[in-house]
């Protein structure tokens, strides 16, 4: 019978031996989400906040068909440069691990990993949803599926704003997963504050954040919790600017006939060209910001189970 396994890091390995605070972080931003040696210096960045806020960051990526849990450096470093990756969701996971492929996960893959892992929270950018035109399409990220069946808490800048944006929380709604806005009332949209939608719930602190979680799990609801961090005042971008970005590059794409897996690298990549680098310097800065968040969760999460 096969079995899974699953390499640790002895950073991690240790942390979760003691049952110190653990925030997981995804690779798909690192391969596919961000060039050269921006992902690269993005990547230890991020492990670095997550550090000094008192928890273990624990990047978790497919190498050669083997699923790791924490990278080391020079793993990151491998990783950033990598030019035939490929892109690994929870339902992609199996094959690309029985062809010795080298993935970076997404947030679905990332929550499934985590959770097997025993770490209950992952910070990551932006999650998936409901793409545009999906009426048409039925284009709606395995993430949202993931969110609703895997106990992962995950934090986000909110949903990616080139998305279907009110349909996506709608989805979530039917997924029962709760909407959490950290010292907000308004659902973020990535590169802004405000998508112009509600959340469902503000909460103000890490503290509350975690009590939150506890009593969720301890419900035994089965779902994921989003958490919903806007980005910082002094690095969010106009949605003027950014709207008009997005539809410029959306409309490429479809010209283009870019569709699945390859979109939103693609109109990531295509909008930080339009943007002249500052989606990119915001991408950079939210993802930061999250990851501070969610090590301040962690800790107190920690301190509560």
């Given at each position: 019978?096969?079995?899974?396994?699953?390499h640790?890091?002895?950073?991690?390995?240790?942390?979760?031996?003691?049952?110190?605070?653990?925030?997981?972080?995804?690779?798909?931003?690192?391969?596919?989400?961000?060039p050269?040696?921006?992902?690269?210096?993005?990547?230890r960045?991020?492990?670095?906040?997550?550090?000094?806020?008192?928890?273990?960051?624990?990047?978790?990526?497919?190498?050669?068909?083997?699923?790791h849990?924490?990278?080391?450096?020079?793993?990151?470093?491998?990783?950033?440069?990598?030019?035939?990756?490929?892109?690994?969701?929870?339902?992609?996971?199996?094959?690309?691990?029985?062809?010795?492929?080298?993935?970076?996960?997404?947030?679905?893959?990332?929550?499934?990993?985590?959770?097997?892992?025993?770490?209950?929270?992952?910070?990551?950018?932006?999650v998936?949803?409901?793409?545009?035109?999906?009426?048409?399409?039925?284009?709606?990220?395995?993430d949202?599926?993931?969110?609703?069946?895997?106990?992962?808490?995950?934090?986000?800048?909110?949903?990616?704003?080139?998305?279907?944006?009110?349909?996506?929380?709608?989805?979530?709604?039917?997924?029962?997963?709760?909407?959490?806005?950290?010292?907000?009332?308004?659902?973020?949209?990535?590169?802004?504050?405000?998508?112009?939608?509600?959340?469902?719930?503000?909460?103000?602190?890490?503290?509350?954040?975690?009590?939150?979680?506890?009593?969720?799990?301890?419900?035994?609801?089965?779902?994921?919790?989003?958490?919903?961090?806007?980005?910082?005042?002094?690095?969010?971008?106009?949605?003027?600017?950014?709207?008009?970005?997005?539809?410029?590059?959306?409309?490429?794409?479809?010209?283009?006939?870019?569709?699945?897996?390859?979109?939103?690298?693609?109109?990531?990549?295509r909008?930080?060209?339009?943007?002249?680098?500052?989606?990119?310097?915001?991408?950079?800065?939210?993802?930061?910001?999250?990851?501070?968040?969610?090590?301040?969760?962690?800790?107190?999460y920690?301190?509560?189970?």
């Open positions: 019978m096969t079995s899974l396994t699953m640790f890091s002895d950073e991690v390995r240790n942390a979760l031996d003691k049952g110190a605070p653990v925030v997981a972080l995804e690779s798909t931003i690192i391969t596919h989400g961000m050269f040696p921006q992902n690269l210096e993005m990547a960045k991020v492990e670095d906040v997550i550090r000094a806020n008192g928890a273990v960051p624990a990047t978790i990526a497919v190498l050669k068909g083997e699923i849990v924490g990278l080391g450096d020079a793993q990151l470093e491998q990783l950033a440069q990598t030019t035939d990756a490929v892109k690994t969701s929870s339902r992609d996971l199996a094959a690309d691990m029985v062809q010795g492929l080298t993935a970076g996960t997404t947030v679905s893959a990332t929550m499934r990993i985590a959770a097997l892992a025993g770490i209950e929270i992952f910070a990551t950018g932006g998936g949803g409901v793409h545009r035109g999906a009426e048409d399409s039925f284009d709606i990220s395995a949202l599926n993931e969110l609703g069946m895997t106990n992962t808490t995950v934090v986000c800048a909110g949903v990616k704003s080139i998305l279907d944006i009110p349909k996506t929380l709608e989805y979530l709604e039917t997924q029962r997963v709760p909407i959490i806005a950290h010292g907000s009332d308004d659902f973020p949209a990535f590169f802004t504050r405000s998508s112009g939608c509600k959340a469902d719930h503000r909460l103000n602190s890490a503290e509350e954040i975690a009590k939150a979680m506890a009593l969720h799990h301890a419900l035994g609801s089965g779902t994921g919790i989003l958490i919903a961090n806007p980005i910082p005042e002094e690095d969010a971008l106009t949605p003027e600017f950014i709207n008009g970005t997005i539809e410029a590059a959306v409309k490429e794409a479809a010209d283009q006939g870019v569709g699945g897996k390859d979109v939103t690298p693609f109109l990531l990549a909008i930080n060209e339009l943007s002249e680098g500052r989606s990119l310097k915001a991408n950079i800065a939210l993802v930061l910001n999250n990851a501070k968040l969610a090590a301040r969760m962690a800790v107190a920690k301190a509560l189970v």
